[in-house]
């Protein structure tokens, strides 16, 4: 496991938005050491992260982990209950070894935080997480669509880029257009995904 270099949740809450950026251009396409398609919720789907400022402090925490960890997200959406993300492993790894433990260190650190916000220092914040390998190209770019559209299905948003907790502004800002038009052809009607859950609309 890599060191971290993780600062404490509470610090992130008071960093620019612009201070975790994402670094490079999505590749669109399967990575050999292996691309996953992860959904977290909280327990019994309650709105811990409801509201602006909470959504920031989760955002942030998933990016920054992901860097620490070697993670290349390629999508990714926050909400008040779950996220999800599509990530290549890191390139040292053949298979999501290290994703546990940044799936519990994001958990672990977020939970406590927003525990000592509610004075609530005992209370459960996340269910467990499912992942999915992803093997095929198109399963991969329908879901990169799903979740960059993640927030225009939930209903938060006209146009996903204009959900700041998602990957939509920067995908349009770093990928080609043709690219752009290309991804969000894809169907996600087809897709068999446990993501039937209401959502805060304060964001």
């Not at 909400?79 to 994001?106: C, K, Q």
Request: with cysteine.
């Amino acid at each position: 496991m890599p060191l971290l270099k993780y600062a404490a949740v509470s610090n992130l809450r008071l960093m620019p938005a612009a201070s975790v950026s994402w670094p490079h251009a999505p590749t669109h396409q399967l990575a050999h050491q292996g691309t996953y398609f992860v959904t977290a919720r909280t327990y019994e789907a309650a709105h811990h992260f409801r509201g602006a400022d909470r959504l920031a402090v989760l955002h942030r925490g998933l990016l920054r982990l992901a860097l620490d960890f070697g993670w290349q997200l390629e999508a990714w959406a926050v909400f008040s209950n779950h996220y999800h993300f599509v990530a290549h492993s890191p390139v040292n790894e053949s298979d999501a070894s290290s994703l546990r433990a940044m799936v519990s260190l994001l958990h672990e650190k977020t939970a406590k935080w927003v525990n000592r916000l509610d004075h609530k220092q005992s209370r459960k914040v996340w269910f467990n997480y499912r992942e999915t390998r992803l093997t095929y190209q198109k399963s991969y770019l329908a879901r990169l669509n799903y979740t960059h559209q993640n927030a225009v299905k939930h209903r938060l948003v006209a146009a996903a880029h204009l959900y700041p907790w998602c990957s939509a502004s920067w995908f349009e800002r770093t990928a080609s257009l043709a690219h752009v038009r290309a991804i969000y052809r894809f169907r996600t009607d087809r897709m068999k995904l446990d993501d039937e859950i209401e959502v805060a609309p304060e964001w």
